[in-house]
């Protein structure tokens, strides 16, 4: 159930909804946007009428949710979650938040000449594995802390928010002092222990989409990160296994306004995972900016050729500048910002 308080609604007759809410069995979860104060109620209440929560004090409307996702849905707050960072950078708001860097930490020159390249292009996070989920046990499963310290090094350096895949409930304390958001993989979407705990920790989480999974399934993992008090989740449309066997994957830029429509959540496109191609990598970012995706996670790598995961679809650091100079001349036609190109960056390595 959803409470809508009224404007002018006092704390007193707030609290006086939460304790009615709380007595009928709800957990209570408190939104305060720019104009009222909104009540969600969720878990397994005793039979309640929501018509008599219209009759109390400061109420200005009680709705009963049917989809199975509460918090994640668009009338927990239906002007829509900004995702705030402490250095002032924002996801969801009315700029396009670029996140560059290469799938995984190789070494120290390369994280940080990549970091230069992708500052100096206009993007604010740097992304990087220290941690790799791998299909093969043989390929290479990144740097771990070695890393993470380079990741927060270099970050330093720079002024770029870090963003780092974490895979297990473990590695969350570990990388907590060396990240600025932690990301879910696709493969781990549904591990519904590690979103739990992600849940109780007080920094943002970027959720990729499954490789198989629906909307309504990404919304629910969403719910499972929010309902544990974290509201600061940002959502990734990472592409779809398909029957197609051209692209890594089947990039759906449909799920992005249709997210927008049913979640007050932001959301990101990821169309190097998207595609698993290169060359496809600027037309699919193209085309989530135009449906409305508030930001990009884009593969980038100093030379790709020589990566060792995920070359085939990083850009080279000529290609971002080409894609971020053709972004700023598309989000302005959709209502959007997008950070001018930086000075040159040059950090010591």
Request: contains cysteine.
């Amino acid at each position: 159930m959803i409470v809508a308080m009224q404007e002018n609604a006092t704390e007193e007759q707030i609290q006086t909804v939460v304790e009615r809410m709380v007595a009928i069995g709800f957990n209570v979860h408190r939104t305060t946007g720019a104009l009222q104060t909104i009540l969600a109620g969720v878990g397994r209440p005793a039979q309640f009428d929501h018509k008599d929560f219209e009759l109390l004090p400061g109420v200005s409307e009680a709705v009963r949710i049917s989809s199975p996702y509460k918090l994640a849905g668009r009338g927990f707050r239906p002007e829509g979650t900004i995702v705030r960072f402490p250095n002032g950078v924002e996801i969801g708001g009315n700029e396009l938040v670029v996140m560059a860097g290469p799938c995984s930490v190789e070494g120290r020159d390369q994280i940080f000449t990549c970091a230069a390249q992708v500052k100096a292009a206009g993007a604010k996070f740097l992304r990087g594995g220290a941690f790799k989920p791998r299909s093969s046990p043989y390929s290479f499963q990144g740097m771990g802390l070695e890393g993470l310290k380079l990741l927060r090094e270099v970050g330093d350096a720079t002024g770029l928010l870090i963003i780092s895949e974490v895979m297990e409930i473990s590695q969350i304390e570990l990388m907590l002092p060396y990240v600025d958001c932690f990301q879910v993989g696709a493969r781990n979407m549904q591990n519904f222990n590690l979103l739990r705990e992600l849940g109780t920790v007080r920094k943002p989480v970027l959720l990729k989409r499954g490789i198989a999974a629906t909307i309504e399934e990404v919304l629910l993992s969403a719910e499972y990160i929010l309902s544990g008090g974290n509201y600061d989740v940002i959502l990734c449309e990472r592409g779809i296994r398909t029957y197609e066997t051209y692209t890594r994957n089947t990039m759906d830029i449909s799920a992005i306004p249709v997210i927008k429509h049913l979640s007050h959540l932001p959301i990101v496109g990821d169309p190097s995972h998207g595609t698993g191609r290169r060359d496809m990598v600027a037309p699919m970012a193209r085309a989530s900016v135009a449906a409305g995706a508030d930001g990009l996670l884009i593969e980038v790598h100093p030379n790709p050729d020589k990566a060792v995961s995920d070359g085939a679809q990083s850009l080279f650091p000529e290609q971002l500048v080409r894609l971020m100079d053709e972004l700023r001349l598309i989000a302005p036609a959709v209502g959007r910002t997008i950070m001018e190109p930086a000075a040159a960056a040059t950090v010591a390595v």
